[in-house]
């Protein structure tokens, strides 16, 4: 079964600081992967779709990087803001079309 | 475009009770999902439906049923609500299993 990890579980900066987040999962025989942003009692807002082929996708001041081989992701975001403070996941779909999310990152971006 | 809505919002049960969350997309999105989180637990899978007229059991069905009532529309009903499923419940939708999703704004229900 596929396993998805994202470390830190939390994590802390000042505002204007750029930022990585990771996401790891076992095994590399994926279709796509997907960041989500969620604010708290909110659901999920979709951030970034990276499929198997492509190394990474762009969103504004947002960079998701795919390395299928190590088995890592990582979200990039540049002079963050106290507006990005919100959890992080990561999820992982496979060949057989199945979602496998992490436990996410809970970001504070402090003024 | 509403995009994914879930209702209600919230529900308070008691442990034998019965009840239908509702959840409708907008997107002429072919596949439809229901999820759990529980802190500590991330996400999980109840039940999902790859395109209309199918449904298919994910990682925790057990207490839960579902209709895919047409293309827009996909229900989660408890038939005999116990403690063990207060959540946090969302619904989410895609144009293919597989493809980018899209969750609802969740229903919180606590059962006492």
């Excluded at chain 1, 590399?28 to 992967?33: E, F, G, V, W």
């Amino acid at each position: 079964k596929q396993e998805v990890t994202q470390i830190p579980a939390a994590l802390s900066v000042p505002e204007g600081e750029n930022l990585v987040l990771n996401c790891s999962f076992t095994d590399s025989a994926i279709y796509n992967l997907q960041w989500f942003r969620q604010d708290p009692g909110k659901g999920l807002t979709s951030l970034l779709l990276i499929q198997s082929s492509q190394r990474e996708q762009t969103s504004g001041r947002l960079n998701a990087s795919l390395d299928k081989s190590s088995g890592r992701s990582t979200l990039y975001i540049a002079a963050s803001q106290p507006g990005d403070s919100a959890t992080y996941l990561c999820a992982v779909i496979n060949t057989g079309n199945q979602f496998y999310f992490g436990t996410g990152t809970s970001l504070t971006v402090i003024p | 475009n509403a995009g994914v809505t879930q209702t209600p919002k919230f529900q308070v049960l008691k442990t034998g009770q019965s009840m239908t969350l509702q959840c409708a997309q907008d997107m002429n999105h072919n596949s439809m999902y229901w999820y759990r989180q529980d802190p500590g637990m991330g996400l999980r899978l109840i039940y999902y439906s790859a395109s209309e007229g199918t449904t298919d059991k994910g990682e925790v069905p057990n207490g839960y049923n579902v209709s895919r009532l047409n293309k827009r529309e996909f229900s989660l009903r408890l038939e005999s609500a116990a403690p063990s499923q207060t959540s946090v419940y969302f619904c989410a939708s895609s144009e293919a299993p597989g493809w980018e999703k899209y969750f609802g704004p969740g229903t919180r229900l606590t059962v006492t």
